[in-house]
């Protein structure tokens, strides 16, 4: 995948933008997006210069002409605006983290403990009905099945946590702007 998103022409509104999208891009395209949309989620929380307007109105405090009959509201305003900032920022915090783990794409590993051996024994004949050829088939047997396992707990929770960031990520697309 190759994205150039070039600056803004000075005599326009427009500008140049090339995407190239190779096959296996959409193999994993989860994945391949990631690495656009993480560093652009961390510029953002770097340079916001506001927050989307929903955060503001959910813990009061609106400063603007409509609200003039409730002066308690202007009293709030600035104490208002540092909280809407801070869930602002724990959101947009949420959604780098649950793309930093779609990047590294290793997250489950901290979940594995111990080291599985496997080892192949014969378990049964096939007969193969298009040649009618007897062939011999095998199983993987674990080696030292007390000496490993895997801690299914951890991932479920895990993974809930980057799905958090991602439904956030989709429920505050339209106000990913600063």
Request: proline share 3%; with cysteine; net charge negative.
């Amino acid at each position: 995948m190759k994205v150039n998103l070039g600056k803004y022409n000075k005599n326009s509104d427009y500008r140049k933008i090339k995407v190239t999208i190779e096959d296996f891009d959409t193999w994993s395209l989860d994945h391949s997006l990631a690495y656009i949309i993480l560093p652009a989620l961390m510029q953002l929380k770097k340079e916001k210069m506001g927050v989307p307007g929903q955060f503001v109105d959910d813990v009061g405090g609106a400063d603007y002409d409509s609200q003039d009959s409730f002066d308690f509201y202007k009293e709030t305003h600035n104490e208002s605006f540092d909280i809407a900032c801070k869930r602002w920022e724990d959101t947009l915090d949420k959604m780098i983290w649950s793309f930093q783990q779609l990047v590294f794409d290793n997250w489950e590993e901290q979940y594995h403990h111990g080291t599985p051996e496997y080892d192949w024994e014969p378990y049964d004949d096939f007969v193969d009905p298009n040649t009618a050829k007897t062939e011999k088939t095998y199983k993987m047997v674990d080696k030292n099945p007390t000496e490993h396992w895997t801690d299914y707990e951890g991932m479920r929770l895990h993974e809930e946590r980057i799905q958090e960031g991602l439904e956030l990520f989709g429920k505050y697309y339209r106000h990913l702007w600063d």
